[in-house]
Nanobody, 125 residues
Framework: VQLQASGGGLVQAGGSLRLSCAASGGTFSSYGMGWFRQAPGKEREFVAGIDWSGSRTYYRDSVKGRFTISRDNAKNTVALQMNSLKPDDTAVYYC???????????????????WGQGTLVTVSS
């Protein structure tokens, strides 16, 4: 499975960006999908996840109400709509795929099997 993330860029605080992740190979519609981020000098952290069907989502507290994860299984894509961006959201964002068909959405990096290359989001103050 290959994941290709895109959509990053430079935006002012309060602005919006939409990240997209395209998957190829594997069975995308059976994978849980997640977005993680890693800021300079910090550990990678979970941002948002969505189950294989798209019916369940989960977010870290700091992005709830601002970010929305969604997926299109017909197009093998997952998106992260980011609104009201803050300088603290600055990071490299990674999409990841979980083959586990879990009851709950995976929130740790070790639970994900495939990773995209990352896309940089920079939010200026």
């Amino acid at each position: 499975v290959q994941l290709q993330a895109s959509g990053g860029g430079l935006v002012q605080a309060g602005g919006s960006l939409r990240l997209s992740c395209a998957a190829s190979g594997g069975t995308f519609s059976s994978y849980g999908m997640g977005w993680f981020r890693q800021a300079p000098g910090k550990e990678r952290e979970f941002v948002a996840g969505i189950d294989w069907s798209g019916s369940r989502t989960y977010y870290r507290d700091s992005v709830k109400g601002r970010f929305t994860i969604s997926r299109d299984n017909a197009k093998n894509t997952v998106a992260l709509q980011m609104n009201s961006l803050k300088p603290d959201d600055t990071a490299v964002y990674y999409c990841a795929a979980d083959r586990g068909r879990r009851i709950s959405i995976a929130t740790t990096g070790g639970e994900y099997d495939y990773w995209g290359q990352g896309t940089l989001v920079t939010v200026s103050s």
